[in-house]
């Protein structure tokens, strides 16, 4: 049987891991052939998923219970973006020490459980039946319980990765226990009979389904009152993997919602929006509440990522077309958002401790950082042309195009909120006096070659619904 071409990222993807840790056998510890091998595959693995024809419709099957649709192959391009950033922002922290943590090692093994993770996001966006959909967002979780504790010599560290695996083996159980409701429901594994059976009629035990299953997903994705793990979790880990976390894991648990929503759940949509409102409202409130009296820099990201997980949930509520391409714009924005941002306090972070008061007379000290975090803040905070900007309006209109008009009004006034606390961070940088205590920064030139990329992908994905319709081409046939 000939392999066709459209599964052959996930072939790749899949022995990647093996590959990179396998090729610490032929070298030494220190040795950075592994990174160099994650580099050449994770880009190789990209370019291919872009070489992928879009399918429209249903997509492709392989096997009979793996589609690759379009909606996949952009959620594909997305984790792996995110895999690749982190990789490179993991790389000084194998290095030296960094934020006052112990040098981290095995950066093979560190790598492999990154790819693991990116598997795992594939897998469930892939999947065509509820155990592989949820052994796809297991394997995308069980790695960042490994990673938060990669440093066995931090005590916070070991403490973050026990909060996360206790509260993550209570949602599974719920995860489990849905759909084992929804097994008892419809008889079938497969989301084509769960759907027809659901579109045919509902019952208690439908409803007792979904509500175990978003409760469950509601820990990945940080939504209330699911969200408290995250800042002891965010703060914890080292800070590369914060990144990761923030991003990858992010975008799986969305992905799971999709699939979940506009798949087996497509009939009764309409019915479970006033639940997806209410989280999508609560949690982005709560976000930005929360997001107001930090003053280190890791826990406001860990509030500023629970408040983005309730602007993305407004997204669902509308149609399976206009959601998709909502959702996937904005998950590009806020992966090259969210890591630039990271990667200014990993330098930050390098030197000095990671708070706010370290950002004073960043301005004065150094620019080309200063003005990346204004970049990344102001996207974050959608403020116009940049992508973050644009990548919100998107959410907004499809949550608009169904009715939800109070949602929106509300969302958007806390919007200005958030605007509110980027400004705090964009004000130690820019207005705040130097302070002559703090050390002074310096950066190797790869880190400045990441942060220029990273600064020019926020400007130039604002311009992109104006440039080109790539992105959104895929969706207009559902």
């Not at 066709?4 to 891991?17: E, M, R, S, V």
């Not at 949602?171 to 497969?190: C, I, N, P, Q, W």
């Not at 204004?374 to 940049?386: D, E, N, R, T, V």
Request: net charge neutral; with cysteine; charged share 10%.
């Amino acid at each position: 049987m000939s392999i066709p071409n459209f599964i052959i990222p996930d072939l790749l993807l899949l022995l990647f891991p093996f590959i990179v840790i396998g090729s610490r056998l032929f070298c030494d510890a220190k040795s950075n052939v592994p990174w160099r091998i994650a580099n050449i595959g994770f880009l190789l693995i990209f370019m291919l998923l872009n070489f992928i024809p879009l399918a429209g419709g249903e997509g492709r099957f392989f096997i009979c219970n793996w589609r690759v649709d379009d909606f996949g192959v952009f959620m594909r391009e997305v984790l792996v973006v995110s895999a690749i950033l982190g990789m490179w922002f993991s790389k000084d922290y194998f290095m030296h020490a960094a934020a006052g943590k112990p040098q981290m090692h095995q950066i093979a093994e560190f790598i492999g459980a990154i790819a693991f993770a990116t598997f795992g996001g594939v897998t469930v966006v892939s999947a065509c039946d509820t155990i592989t959909f949820f052994l796809g967002l297991e394997i995308a979780t069980i790695p960042m319980y490994a990673l938060t504790a990669w440093n066995k010599r931090d005590q916070l560290g070991s403490e973050a990765a026990t909060k996360y695996i206790l509260m993550g083996s209570v949602a599974t159980a719920f995860e489990l226990f849905g759909f084992s409701y929804l097994y008892g429901f419809v008889g079938s594994l497969h989301f084509d009979a769960i759907q027809s059976a659901v579109a045919a009629g509902t019952s208690p035990l439908l409803w007792i389904a979904v509500l175990f299953l978003f409760c469950g997903i509601g820990f990945k994705l940080t939504l209330f009152p699911f969200y408290t793990w995250a800042p002891d979790v965010y703060e914890g880990a080292p800070t590369p993997v914060t990144a990761v976390l923030s991003v990858t894991s992010k975008a799986t648990a969305i992905a799971f919602l999709v699939v979940l929503v506009y798949g087996p759940l497509a009939p009764v949509q309409e019915q479970i929006a006033p639940l997806i409102a209410l989280l999508a409202g609560v949690t982005l409130f709560v976000g930005n509440l929360g997001a107001l009296k930090q003053y280190r820099l890791r826990r406001f990201m860990a509030y500023s990522s629970i408040a983005q997980a309730g602007y993305i949930m407004v997204a669902l509520l509308g149609t399976a077309a206009m959601a998709k391409t909502a959702i996937i714009y904005y998950l590009f924005v806020y992966a090259v958002s969210n890591y630039l941002a990271f990667f200014v306090f990993g330098i930050i972070g390098h030197h000095r401790e990671e708070i706010f008061d370290s950002l004073r007379g960043l301005s004065k000290q150094n620019p080309s950082l200063a003005i990346a975090l204004a970049i990344s803040m102001f996207s974050l905070a959608g403020i116009p042309p940049l992508a973050g900007f644009f990548g919100k309006f998107h959410l907004f209109f499809s949550g608009a195009t169904t009715g939800h008009y109070m949602l929106i009004a509300f969302a958007v006034l806390n919007n200005v909120l958030a605007l509110f606390y980027y400004l705090q961070l964009v004000k130690n940088a820019w207005v705040d006096e130097p302070d002559g205590h703090l050390n002074p920064l310096r950066l190797t030139r790869r880190q400045r070659g990441v942060i220029i990329l990273l600064s020019c992908a926020v400007v130039v994905l604002g311009f992109l619904p104006f440039l080109s319709d790539n992105i959104f081409v895929g969706f207009s046939s559902l």
